[in-house]
């Protein structure tokens, strides 16, 4: 059972059968076609070599199929990942330098391990601190500063930063330099792309095929672009004319790569490394439980961070980069019919394939090619209008997405999440800190007690029922004592207060000190605090404490019985 | 009523009568002798010069009088910052050097600055950072800290450092040079405080003095203390004998003060201002609700903030050190029969005659005296059995406490409050993490609704009733994403899911999302999703949502009504 858990493949690997097999491999072929170009882009996008998107395509999909709950999900570089990876590494190297390609290594190891020690710790529930509109704001302001850094490759001009004004900035400064056989090549792929996109599915549907069979042609229009101009750069020989191509890629399998063990580096990309390992288990997760549900299938989140740290470790061992579950290759490979992991250790043996062999025909792939697949698939992560959808159902929300924005187009992807999500925590604090609460009073003849704002309800001023309804704890524990504090300088003629329970759940100790601190100050102004409704749990813990001991008043059932009793004379109740 | 609530001295000014003035004043004298020893040994603990300490007992407290809310609170040096300034401080120069004198103003200065801040921005609510348990734990270990760092002073040796290792370690080293005269004032003083406070109220009681004015006698001993030895000191000579003694403190009211504008000092003593402030503000206000309940009076913390504030920021202009509420001052003013802060206002003006004509007096008091009022005054707030208590009421509250005293003893006060608050926050989203939920069933011919795991109800396996007992947001919407997800993997026959959600306050859009992910995925899978109880507000917000527009089921008012409608034959219902 508990060695289940954590080789989930235990789970279907027995069961393996020829039918399986054979939809597995048709989803490998697919999905393999459909990575060559993107794991080729995303290092690109990272500012990486080639083929270090190919390392991180092979390992690392290996090592999912081994520890991932995920039937599905295909792991690999993806846009996201890769714009972070290229803004931690932008700090301690140039692209391209070979600090920067081991910077790529230990970023993934890096990951790797926080990944594992968050599934280890069982702590997936970090992951909560990025809240929805964060993470989609996060992702929307992604989405613009990759397509825009990508711009650069289209025109054929030089342009660097890591956000939107940087990236503008050098790009307007430097596109009278721009490259027209480039450009053509780099369009010419947009448009094709785009098309493939949006009409091919309703041309193909003319043609009579459709469905899922339609639907995997038009995602793999992309190694279509590739061919097609690899073939014209070779064939005309576009890289004499200023067309930058790919070029030499080392051809053969990745070697063990070690990390370095200089600290200081480990240090300046610890914060980065913690944001990738973050972001990607929340889309992962996201993509993962969406497809999982499709099949009445279902993931476990803290054995996904180990299977996702498995597959960094790997990645960063075998001179890859940060990988993590991508959600358009995910689809493709749920929509042409994986049924296990295994169709994931396929698609590695796919692209170990190509790196051994067609490494040579990459030569003279446009750069320009790859910049355009890239922007057309981050294109469809791009949702403002989200923005405003947030702006409608909640406010508080829409600061933290905003704030998100804002920090990662006009500053770094780094401060933008941050910042949103120190705002998130902050409202949600915030939030928590004012529990909800009601003074109630008597439904007149009957045993049923209502909000006094709301109903026409009995009250009485020597007596004051305030209703808590959500559990006290830590942080909105101290609202209690000042709306209690309130009451008491509010109301002159004040005796008793009771506190009516019935939707705590939990008081935890600092909430059991507020308490406690309630019934002194009470007792100190000649009031006794009484307790009604508390839940049979709650009560439990309470019975052996202190708190209880020295309660001025008593513990009713019902709030009923609490008005009874002390509606009689003082005398007599006490 | 704004300008009342910014400027609370407006409530009380303009009623200003004689008789309170005599209350006000009568207090204010037993204060000022009271705090006259105290402030001199908070210099002392903090590494600072006498003088100090008494400057930072003039216009703070005037300044809370005027910024306050508190009608009792008594402003001034007290134990735990002093402690925290030193530590703050040690960091960056040698105690007693202009470096170390100037750090301790600017660490006022930020401190004013940043609850100045908080209270404008009404940022209270981030003192719920600091649970009961770790501000306990904190206090109880900086307690042990303070009073092993004075043995040095009553042992008359060198010793160092900011934690317990540090200061025994020195402090056994050099134990051979003990000084017998300074051995002997320490010990006699320190013997004489603990008889007053442990049995003086008894004597006085069998010489038919009781009551406050019993409590009150017993409160001053320090300062007969303070006049005895520093006799002693004077007519025997004993600074000739190696008895530390205070020294030449220059006579004359506080000058002017600018902090230093070294961005980078700034920078070092960022943290340490935040949590002098933080822990100064968390203790003030629990002192003075305590006080006002017993008056049936109110304080506003965010108000406190900007009190506190001010009474900091004028500290540091005028050469002093962090102020904030003291308890054993503040409870010695209440009972001696303060009435308005006014009381405040005159101890500063007894203080500043303090400060102009009895420095002199000063010069021979020793400091192992001091030292001795310090031990004293700390070994109130020592309290270990709370850590026995907080471990049978609550484990994970225990973690947190246990944490923040082994590092506040063993590394230092602001690791070890640091590790408490992240822990304590870490625990809280933990805890909120999971809602708590319920799957309920049908109360066989009745139309309640109960857990299945607690009663024997009616359950069907087409249909799945989760009642969800908390509010939905940001920390917990994924628990239920993946609550449902796992029914939908265990229950093959499922086909409706009903959210019941009488206790649910609130849905957050993060929530929102993770409802619209729920629906989605159980749409995918074949299921419908319903809701039913709940709440109106709750109902106003989702019925503009996409959610409710998508939503595969239906909104009931009833369990029952769910439960009645979907027990139909699923054509009829659809």
Redesign the interface.
């Known amino acids: 059972m508990r060695l289940k858990q954590y080789l989930p493949f235990l789970e279907w690997l027995p069961g393996y059968r020829r039918d399986i097999l054979v939809s597995d491999l048709v989803a490998a072929v697919i999905v393999t076609i459909m990575l060559i170009p993107q794991s080729l882009a995303y290092a690109l996008l990272a500012g990486l070599p080639a083929q270090v998107g190919l390392y991180a395509s092979i390992l690392p999909l290996v090592f999912y199929a081994l520890f991932g709950t995920s039937r599905t999900l295909s792991v690999g570089p993806v846009a996201v990942a890769s714009l972070m990876t290229a803004a931690a590494l932008g700090a301690i190297a140039e692209p391209g330098s070979p600090e920067y390609i081991g910077g790529a290594v230990l970023l993934a190891v890096m990951s790797g391990l926080m990944l594992v020690a968050m599934g280890v710790l069982r702590l997936g ?5 990025l ?3 964060v993470i ?1 704001g996060f992702i929307t302001a992604s989405g613009v500063v990759i397509a825009a850094s990508q711009l650069k490759h289209i025109l054929g001009v030089q342009a660097s930063g890591h956000n939107l004004l940087d990236i503008g900035g050098t790009l307007l400064a430097n596109i009278g330099d721009t490259n027209l056989p480039t450009l053509l090549i780099g369009s010419g792929a947009l448009v094709f792309l785009l098309f493939a996109r949006k009409k091919l599915k309703a041309l193909l549907a003319l043609a009579g095929v459709t469905g899922r069979f339609a639907d995997i042609v038009t995602k793999t229009a992309p190694i279509l672009a590739v061919v097609v101009t690899t073939l014209l750069a070779w064939g005309l020989g576009l890289d004499q004319q200023g067309v930058k191509v790919v070029g030499t890629v080392p051809a053969g399998l990745p070697q063990l790569t070690l990390p370095t063990m200089d600290l200081a580096v480990w240090q300046q990309l610890a914060l980065g490394a913690l944001l990738i390992s973050i972001v990607g288990f929340v889309e992962s ?2 993509v993962g ?2 497809l ?8 476990d ?1 803290d054995q996904e961070l180990i299977g996702l740290g498995a597959a960094n470790l790997s990645s960063g061992f075998s001179g890859g980069m940060p990988v993590t579950g991508g959600f358009s290759r995910s689809v493709v490979n749920f929509d042409a019919g994986a049924e296990t992991p295994a169709a994931g250790a396929f698609t590695a043996v796919g692209i170990a394939l190509a790196t051994l062999f067609l490494t040579p025909a990459i030569a003279y792939l446009p750069t320009a090619t790859l910049a355009a697949t890239i922007i057309v698939a981050v294109s469809t992560l791009i949702d403002f209008p989200a923005l405003l ?2 702006w ?3 406010r ?3 600061v933290a997405m905003l704030a998100t924005i804002v920090l990662t187009l006009g500053h770094s992807v780094e401060s933008g999440i941050v910042a949103g999500v120190a705002l ?1 925590i ?1 409202l ?7 529990p ?1 609460s009601a003074l109630i009073g008597r439904v007149p003849g009957t045993e049923h007690f209502r909000n006094v704002l709301r109903h026409q309800v009995e009250t009485r001023p020597e007596l004051a029922m305030l209703r808590v ?3 006290l ?7 209690l ?2 709306t209690v ?2 009451l ?2 509010k109301q ?1 003629a004040l005796q008793d207060v009771v506190l009516v329970c019935p ?1 705590v ?2 008081i ?3 909430a ?3 308490l406690e ?1 309630i019934n ?3 007792v ?2 000649g009031v006794r605090l009484h307790l009604s409704e508390v839940k049979g749990p709650v009560m439990d ?1 309470l019975r ?3 708190f209880l001991r020295h309660l001025g008043g008593q513990v009713f059932l019902s709030s009923y019985e609490a008005w009874q009793t002390l509606s009689r004379p003082r005398q007599a109740a006490a």
């Open positions: 529930f970090l992951a909560n601190f809240s929805h509109p989609s997760v996201s439980q969406t999982a549900a499709k099949r009445r299938q279902r993931i989140p959808r947030t409608r159902y909640s508080t929300d829409f998130s902050g949600f604090l915030y939030r928590t800190s004012r909800h309804d959500e559990s704890y830590f942080a909105n524990a101290r609202f004592e000042e504090m309130e008491l300088s002159p939707a759940n939990l935890d100790a600092s059991l000190e507020s601190a002194e100050r009470l100190d102004a813990r052996d404490t202190e």
